[in-house]
C-alpha cells in the first residue's frame, strides 16, 4: 500500500481540526491569528494532493491566490492589532468588543 | 521502497500534527511561531513528494519567510509576555468536542467517499520534463489572468490598508 491522496486528505483534515481548537481556544490574536493560518495551510495541503492526484494544475493556482490572500491578511491583521494595542494595551479578543451593544 | 515511502510520510506527518499541536497549546506566542514554522516546512516536504517543487519554494519563501517575519516582529514589537491567556474549562471542552466532530464527519466522508477519477493531462512524468515553475506559468497566465491582476489590486489595497492603520496619527 503506498502513500494515497486519503493520506494526504486525513492529515490535512487533522491540522484543520487543531487549527479550530486554536481558534476557538486561544484569547492571545496573535496565535489566534497563527491559529487561522494552521487552517489555511491545511486547505493548502488538500488543494494540493488533489492536484497532483488528479493531474490538474487548477488547485495549485488556488493555494497561489490563498497564499496571496494569507499575505495581505497578515498586513492588514497585524496592523489592526498594532492599532488596538495602542488604544487599549491590550490583545486579548475579550476585549475586542467595542461593537457590542 | 514502498516501505520506505511510507515511513517517510509517517514520520513527516507525525512531526506536523505535534508541531501544530504545539502552536495550539504553548503559553509564549513566540514559541507557537516557531512551532508554525516547522509545520509550514512539514508541508512543504509534503508539496515536494506530491511533485510541487514550485509550491514548496513558495511555501517556505512567503509563509516560514514573510508572513512568519511579520508575525514574529509583531510579537516582539507588542513585548506580549506569556500570560495565561486560555478561557475556560468549558469553553475548552466545548471547542475540543465541536472541532472532534467535524474531524469524525470528515473522517466519515473520507472513508465511505471515493475521490473523481476525471484525469487531467499533467503527471509526475511531464512535470519533470517541463518543469514545474513553466506549467504554473503557463496556467496562470492564460487561464487565470483576471484573478492575477486581481491579486495584484489586493495587495496594494494590503499595502496601503497596513500603512494608514499602523502608523502614528501626525
Redesign the interface.
Known amino acids: 500500500?503506498?502513500?494515497s491522496?486519503?493520506?494526504?486528505?486525513?492529515?490535512s483534515?487533522?491540522?484543520?481540526?487543531?487549527?479550530?481548537?486554536?481558534v476557538?481556544?486561544?484569547?492571545?490574536a496573535?496565535?489566534v491569528?497563527?491559529?487561522i493560518?494552521?487552517m489555511l495551510?491545511a486547505v493548502?495541503?488538500t488543494f494540493?494532493?488533489?492536484?497532483?492526484?488528479?493531474?490538474?494544475?487548477?488547485g495549485?493556482?488556488f493555494?497561489?491566490?490563498i497564499?496571496?490572500?494569507?499575505?495581505?491578511?497578515?498586513?492588514?491583521g497585524?496592523?489592526?492589532?498594532?492599532?488596538f494595542?495602542r488604544n487599549r494595551e491590550s490583545?486579548?479578543v475579550e476585549d475586542f468588543s467595542l461593537l457590542k451593544l | 521502497m514502498?516501505i520506505l515511502?511510507?515511513l517517510f510520510?509517517y514520520v513527516v506527518?507525525l512531526v506536523?500534527?505535534i508541531s501544530?499541536?504545539l502552536?495550539?497549546t504553548c503559553r509564549n506566542?513566540v514559541n507557537?511561531?516557531i512551532s508554525?514554522v516547522m509545520?509550514?516546512f512539514c508541508?512543504a516536504i509534503?508539496?515536494v513528494?506530491?511533485?510541487?517543487p514550485?509550491?514548496a519554494a513558495?511555501?517556505i519563501m512567503?509563509?516560514a519567510g514573510?508572513?512568519m517575519v511579520?508575525?514574529v516582529f509583531?510579537?516582539m514589537?507588542?513585548n506580549?509576555g506569556s500570560a495565561v491567556?486560555?478561557?475556560s474549562r468549558h469553553?475548552?471542552t466545548?471547542?475540543?468536542v465541536?472541532?472532534?466532530l467535524?474531524?469524525f464527519q470528515?473522517?466519515i466522508l473520507?472513508k465511505k467517499g471515493s475521490?473523481?477519477v476525471?484525469?487531467?493531462?499533467?503527471?509526475a512524468a511531464q512535470v519533470e520534463a517541463v518543469g514545474h515553475t513553466e506549467?504554473?506559468g503557463q496556467?496562470?497566465f492564460t487561464?487565470?489572468l483576471l484573478?492575477f491582476e486581481i491579486?495584484s489590486i489586493?495587495?496594494l489595497?494590503?499595502?496601503v490598508?497596513?500603512?494608514v492603520?499602523?502608523k502614528r496619527e501626525v
Do not use: W
Open positions: 500500500m503506498i502513500v491522496v486519503y493520506h494526504y486528505m486525513v492529515l483534515a487533522i491540522l484543520f481540526s487543531l487549527g479550530t481548537i486554536g476557538l481556544t486561544r484569547r492571545n496573535i496565535v491569528f497563527m491559529c493560518e494552521l495551510n493548502n495541503l494540493i494532493a488533489l492536484s497532483s492526484y488528479l493531474g490538474n494544475m487548477d495549485q493556482i493555494v497561489f491566490f497564499m496571496t490572500v494569507a499575505a495581505a491578511e497578515a498586513a492588514v497585524l496592523a489592526l492589532m498594532i492599532t494595542y490583545i486579548d | 514502498e515511502q511510507q510520510f506527518a506536523a500534527v501544530g499541536l502552536v495550539v506566542p507557537s511561531a508554525l509545520t509550514f508541508l509534503f508539496y513528494t506530491l511533485h510541487a514550485f509550491m513558495i511555501q512567503v509563509y514573510a508572513i511579520l508575525i509583531v510579537i514589537l507588542l506580549l491567556a486560555v478561557r469553553a475548552v466545548g471547542a475540543v465541536a472541532s472532534g467535524m474531524l470528515v473522517l473520507l475521490v473523481s476525471v484525469k487531467g493531462p499533467i503527471d506549467l504554473i496556467s496562470l487561464d487565470f484573478p491579486a489586493l495587495l489595497v494590503a499595502i490598508g497596513a500603512v492603520l499602523a
